[in-house]
Structures are given as structure tokens and as C-alpha cells.
């Protein structure tokens, strides 16, 4: 019997979603989050970089403001509003303390009880190799919820009036071939294509098909892959991890 995805916890308010570059949120989970919003939650999306080096025909000095907009706008079709940019480099975000910092910096700053990223493991699903920028992106996002609440960890984030927050609950993984949590994604669904839709530049270079159907069929592919598990619904699967 093919085990089933537990509902995700729904006790919570503030969510802040942690990734690596603009798409990594409309490719993974934007129905869920439209969902989410539409219940009256806040989500707070929060990019490592601008995406620059993502486009070979476009150079990163134009691309960067031209993917932070199409982000923009991709968020606000979710009812996403807050939307902030850490400006590491694109291509080459180092996992660190640097990196730590920053997340755990904004953690604070927000203090959510859901925080939600990206893949972190080195593959998806054992069938491609990940990105450095993903693994090192995910795998800060898990530990800078637990630094978030130290005060002796980043204490030059105190002393700049961010106060500890040991109030992160759950993080939730996404993309992940580990899933244990899903969100119905029948509500959000066409507003998660839209999202991705949103990012039209990049979505151009990726592929000939036309731009919504690429869009739609992605979509629905992976969350409909999830249906079985999830009582024949599509769904947005995570991984969480309760703290």
C-alpha cells in the first residue's frame, strides 16, 4: 500500500520561504502558498539571489532587475507582497555562516512559524544531479531556523536590535523525493500557472513550446504525481521537519 501524505500542519500565520533564485518558488510550490494567502496567512518570500546568471543571452548586470521584476510580479499573482533579495551571486552562493547569517537574520527580522525551501539533497529524486546553489540555499535554510533562536550564535545580530526568534515550528521542504506532507493544490492551481507564467523571459529560453502550455503541463505533472498519496487530489508534497 502506497503510504499517504499526512495534511500539513495548519496552526501557524507567518511563513517565510527561503530559495535560491526567482522561478525556484513558482516550480515548487506556488499553489500551496496561493492557498495559503487566500486564508488570510502572510507569506514573506526571500531569494538568495536575483537570478543573474541564469539567462546566457541576457548579461547579469541587465538580467538581475529584469528576473527581481518578473519575481515581483509572480509573487503578487499568489498574494504574495513582501519579496526581498539577499543579493548573494548567482551561480555561486556558498554554503557558510555567511549565508546562515543572512537567513537567520531574516528569520528574525519576520519571525515566522513556517519556514518552506527548496531541495536541498544532492539530486532530484536520484535522476539529476542539483545545484550547487540549491543544496547550499536548502541546507542554510535548515540550520539558520535553529540558529534564528540562539542568541549566541550571530550575536552582532542582536546587537543591531534583532532579537532571537525561537519561533520557527516546522520547516517544510519542497521538491523533495522524500515527501511526508502535502497541500491540496486544486484551489491555487491556476494561479500557480500564472506565477510561473510570470517569468516569461527565462521560460522562453528554456523550452520552444508555448510559454503557458509548458507552464500548465509542468504543473499539472507534478501534482498530479502526488494525487495517489494525498486521497486523489493533486497536491503540493513537502518534507517537513518539526523543530
Not at 500557480?192 to 527565462?202: D, E, I, K
Request: proline share 5%; aromatic share 8%.
Amino acid at each position: 500500500m502506497t503510504q499517504q501524505l499526512e495534511p500539513m500542519p495548519a496552526d501557524w500565520q507567518r511563513a517565510l520561504a527561503v530559495v535560491a533564485h526567482p522561478d525556484d518558488l513558482e516550480y515548487g510550490c506556488a499553489a500551496a502558498v496561493a492557498g495559503w494567502t487566500d486564508e488570510g496567512r502572510e507569506v514573506t518570500y526571500l531569494l538568495a539571489s536575483r537570478g543573474e546568471a541564469g539567462i546566457d543571452t541576457i548579461p547579469p548586470e541587465e538580467c538581475a532587475p529584469l528576473r527581481e521584476r518578473e519575481q515581483r510580479a509572480s509573487a503578487a499573482v499568489v498574494g504574495v507582497h513582501a519579496v526581498e533579495f539577499l543579493d548573494h551571486r548567482d551561480g555561486v552562493i556558498e554554503y557558510g555562516t555567511a549565508l546562515r547569517r543572512d537567513i537567520a537574520a531574516a528569520i528574525r527580522r519576520h519571525r515566522p512559524e513556517l519556514v518552506i525551501t527548496l531541495n536541498h539533497r544532492d539530486t532530484w529524486g536520484g535522476a539529476a544531479w542539483n545545484t550547487p546553489d540549491h543544496r547550499a540555499v536548502g541546507r542554510a535554510t535548515l540550520d539558520a531556523a535553529g540558529d534564528a533562536g540562539n542568541r549566541w550564535i550571530f550575536p552582532e545580530l542582536t546587537e543591531r536590535g534583532q532579537a532571537p526568534w525561537d519561533g520557527v515550528r516546522w520547516v517544510a521542504v519542497a521538491g523533495t523525493d522524500r515527501p511526508t506532507h502535502a497541500v491540496d493544490a486544486t484551489a491555487g492551481f491556476e494561479r500557480s500557472v500564472r506565477s510561473l507564467l510570470a517569468h516569461r523571459t527565462y521560460i522562453e529560453v528554456l523550452t520552444d513550446e508555448d510559454p503557458e502550455a509548458y507552464c500548465r503541463t509542468f504543473l499539472a505533472g507534478t501534482t498530479g504525481a502526488v494525487a495517489e498519496r494525498f486521497g486523489g487530489r493533486p497536491a503540493v508534497a513537502f518534507e517537513v521537519f518539526a523543530r
